[in-house]
Nanobody, 128 residues
Framework: QVQLVESGGGLVQAGGSLRLSCAAS????????MGWFRQAPGKEREFVAG????????YYTDSMKGRFTISRDNAKNTVYLQMNSLKPEDTAVYYC?????????????????????WGQGTQVTVSS
């Protein structure tokens, strides 16, 4: 069993920055594919960023490239989402997800149904 706990959310002014963390409990964290998703009120959950383990590739939604960065620290079993230049439309609950020991493609890593473990989520609110 893999447990994921997000932290780092909060209230920030437009143009500001936040760094979200997702701490994982489980063996062989370095082999996990990790992803960040978000869900705003009244909207579907959407992919934000992902990081594969096989090739160390990163993936982003086009609208977030240049503003959001995913990274991981395998020694700490933690994945991060650095969010810069935040906009009110970034307001959402942000979730991390994990897929242990599985082949990874760019298409798969953006699909929420591909992941097998999810955190509880952390609220990010961006005020204008």
């Amino acid at each position: 069993q893999v447990q994921l706990v997000e932290s780092g959310g909060g209230l920030v002014q437009a143009g500001g920055s936040l760094r979200l963390s997702c701490a994982a409990s489980g063996r062989a964290f370095s082999t996990y594919a990790m992803g960040w998703f978000r869900q705003a009120p009244g909207k579907e959950r959407e992919f934000v960023a992902g990081h594969s383990w096989g090739g160390g590739s990163t993936y982003y939604t086009d609208s977030m490239k240049g503003r959001f960065t995913i990274s991981r620290d395998n020694a700490k079993n933690t994945v991060y989402l650095q969010m810069n230049s935040l906009k009110p439309e970034d307001t959402a609950v942000y979730y991390c997800a994990a897929k242990p020991a599985a082949p990874t493609t760019g298409q798969a890593i953006t699909n929420q149904n591909w992941y097998t473990y999810w955190g509880q989520g952390t609220q990010v609110t961006v005020s204008s």
